[in-house]
T-cell receptor, first 116, second 111 residues
Framework: NAGVTQTPKFRVLKTGQSMTLLCAQD?????MYWYRQDPGMGLRLIHY???????AKGEVPDGYNVSRLKKQNFLLGLESAAPSQTSVYFC???????????????FGSGTRLTVV | GESVGLHLPTLSVQEGDNSIINCAYS??????FIWYKQESGKGPQFIID?????DKRQGQRVTVLLNKTVKHLSLQIAATQPGDSAVYFC??????????FGKGTTLSVSS
């Protein structure tokens, strides 16, 4: 099993350009997440989804949009990229058990985005 | 072994020493906690977890301790090896929501 796959791995954008990051998981997980990681800031939640067709805002949602049209895919869009969005982006997925804890939390290998 | 106070960003140890990495969590409603290891250029990888009804859990060379009274979590690595060099994150999980991550501690192991 591949687990969580992110594409692309690297990208350079000019300010104002748009792009979509793709996340795919093959573990049949209900929950999926997008995080960004900046030096000294740890992982911050951008948006997440608790099931197909649903999305919700996380800690730092501004400037990003997401869609979950299929259970296995979670897309992160930047409509008009800004230098402040230069970061490493991680996708993750999990399942929630009877006790409502997030189990099997699995991360992709990340997308390094630079906005110039 | 080496130990740190509450969240220092870096920890340097000698190969063979025991390492202790500390973490404070913020949400009293959190009932599930996880430690992750992140190597350079990779995504975080699961190390060990613990539920709030436990104080201690042991894995292979790793032990997690949970003190709910002071909302403190620690990761102990026995006989630290150069391959343990990485950034270590604690994460808390308030029921039904996404994981909340700490800022991470960089562990450097010298031989």
């Amino acid at each position: 099993n591949a687990g969580v796959t992110q594409t692309p791995k690297f990208r350079v954008l000019k300010t104002g350009q748009s792009m979509t990051l793709l996340c795919a998981q093959d573990m049949n997980h209900e929950y999926m997440y997008w995080y960004r990681q900046d030096p000294g800031m740890g992982l911050r939640l951008i948006h997440y989804s608790v099931g197909e067709g649903t999305t919700a805002k996380g800690e730092v949602p501004d400037g990003y949009n997401v869609s979950r049209l299929k259970k296995q895919n979670f897309l992160l869009g930047l409509e008009s990229a800004a230098p402040s969005q230069t970061s490493v982006y991680f996708c993750a997925s999990s399942y929630v058990n009877w006790d409502r804890a997030n189990y099997g939390y699995t991360f992709g290998s990340g997308t390094r985005l630079t906005v110039v | 072994g080496e130990s740190v106070g509450l969240h220092l960003p870096t920890l340097s140890v000698q190969e063979g020493d025991n390492s202790i990495i500390n973490c404070a969590y913020s949400n009293s409603a959190s009932d599930y906690f996880i430690w992750y290891k992140q190597e350079s250029g990779k995504g975080p990888q699961f190390i060990i977890d613990i539920r709030s009804n436990m104080d201690k859990r042991q894995g292979q060379r790793v032990t997690v301790l949970l003190n709910k009274t002071v909302k403190h979590l620690s990761l102990q690595i026995a006989a630290t090896q150069p391959g343990d060099s990485a950034v270590y994150f604690c994460a808390e999980n308030p029921a039904g929501t996404a994981l909340i991550f700490g800022k991470g501690t960089t562990l450097s192991v010298s031989s």
